[in-house]
């Protein structure tokens, strides 16, 4: 899996965050979405996915391999 972010279209909802911390993460002055791993092993792919499906801004995009 290889995980994008559009962080122009993220609305700093946070719910990436709260669902794969070691995936996602908030930058503190305005709270918009950044990768911290855009391959993540297979062990948090299903917290990525719920990520995705859950994001109301529709900011992050996957491939799946």
Do not use: N, T, W, Y
């Amino acid at each position: 899996m290889k995980v994008s972010v559009d962080a122009d279209k993220c609305v700093a909802a946070g719910q990436c965050v709260l669902l794969a911390p070691e995936v996602f993460d908030q930058r503190e002055e305005d709270g918009v979405v950044f990768l911290l791993d855009e391959a993540p092993g297979p062990d948090l792919h299903d917290g990525v996915r719920e990520s995705a499906m859950v994001c109301p801004a529709a900011a992050i995009h996957l491939a799946e391999s």
